[in-house]
């Protein structure tokens, strides 16, 4: 089946500090890759939706500001958490269409803003 | 405003015991309904279902769709500890970027 990648799976920062969050689709091209948040015992939140080559689309809520999403390619999205506060400590997941609306998903980003 | 609702939200059983959850949804343009279980990580697939009526099947795992009436069923049956997660259904619905709506998810505990 598609593999997704998705990068640190642990990251601990000082508040103000800019993280990225790598999402690789290893064996696949992903033209559309989506970010979520979820909270502890909550379900998925859509951020964003990311689609190489143009611009990612923010659900509404989302400051696209605060969180910068990048697809330079067919296989990678990033996410930027810049300036991260204690607020913004969640899991972040990716997740890539594999065709026919299945979705693959990363491993996920637990991300502890101190 | 397109909505997934599932039930029950939490649900304790014991070793053996089969179990349904349900899952309800309104969406615009229906296409597929997806089932994914998550656990501590990230959430894996289990079943998509595009018709009506027809059971998909996966061990002692099995989902049906209804289209008329807007639900779908996973059924469990002999569980055992190890399908404690959180259990997620989810609808595509075809906007300009294909937005996914997730339900809140049931979360499943199995006891010995």
Same mark, same amino acid.
């Given at each position: 089946?598609?593999?997704?990648?998705?990068?640190?799976?642990?990251?601990?920062?000082?508040?103000?500090?800019?993280?990225?969050?790598?999402?690789?689709s290893?064996?696949?091209?992903?033209?559309?890759?989506?970010?979520?948040?979820?909270f502890?015992?909550?379900?998925?939140?859509?951020?964003?939706?990311?689609?190489?080559?143009?611009?990612?689309?923010?659900?509404? &809520?989302?400051?696209?500001?605060?969180?910068?999403?990048?697809?330079?390619?067919?296989?990678?999205?990033?996410?930027?958490?810049?300036?991260?506060?204690?607020?913004?400590?969640?899991?972040?997941?990716?997740?890539?269409? &594999?065709?026919?609306?299945?979705?693959?998903?990363?491993s996920g980003?637990?991300?502890?803003?101190? | 405003?397109?909505?997934?609702?599932?039930?029950?939200?939490?649900?304790?059983?014991?070793?053996?015991?089969?179990?349904?959850?349900?899952?309800?949804?309104?969406?615009?343009?229906?296409?597929?309904?997806?089932?994914?279980?998550?656990?501590?990580?990230?959430?894996?697939?289990?079943?998509?279902?595009?018709?009506?009526?027809?059971?998909?099947?996966?061990?002692?795992?099995?989902?049906?769709?209804?289209?008329?009436?807007?639900?779908?069923?996973?059924?469990?049956?002999?569980?055992?500890?190890?399908?404690?997660?959180?259990?997620?259904?989810?609808?595509?619905?075809?906007?300009?970027?294909?937005?996914?709506?997730?339900?809140?998810?049931?979360?499943?505990?199995?006891?010995?």
């Amino acid at each position: 089946g598609a593999v997704v990648s998705q990068h640190p799976s642990r990251v601990i920062c000082k508040s103000g500090t800019s993280v990225k969050i790598e999402c690789r689709s290893l064996d696949f091209q992903a033209t559309t890759m989506f970010w979520y948040r979820q909270f502890p015992k909550q379900s998925l939140m859509l951020m964003a939706t990311s689609n190489e080559g143009s611009k990612a689309t923010y659900e509404q &809520g989302v400051e696209k500001d605060k969180f910068l999403i990048n697809h330079a390619s067919l296989t990678l999205s990033t996410l930027t958490v810049t300036s991260a506060h204690p607020e913004d400590s969640s899991f972040y997941i990716c997740s890539a269409k &594999g065709g026919w609306e299945k979705l693959f998903f990363g491993s996920g980003t637990q991300l502890s803003v101190l | 405003e397109d909505k997934v609702v599932q039930s029950p939200l939490s649900l304790v059983v014991h070793e053996g015991d089969t179990v349904t959850l349900n899952c309800s949804y309104e969406v615009t343009n229906f296409r597929s309904l997806l089932w994914y279980k998550q656990e501590k990580k990230a959430p894996t697939f289990l079943f998509m279902l595009t018709s009506s009526g027809i059971e998909k099947k996966s061990g002692r795992l099995s989902s049906i769709l209804d289209k008329k009436e807007l639900f779908s069923i996973l059924n469990i049956t002999a569980t055992q500890t190890g399908d404690s997660a959180v259990y997620l259904c989810a609808v595509p619905r075809r906007t300009s970027y294909d937005k996914v709506i997730f339900g809140p998810g049931t979360s499943l505990s199995v006891i010995p």
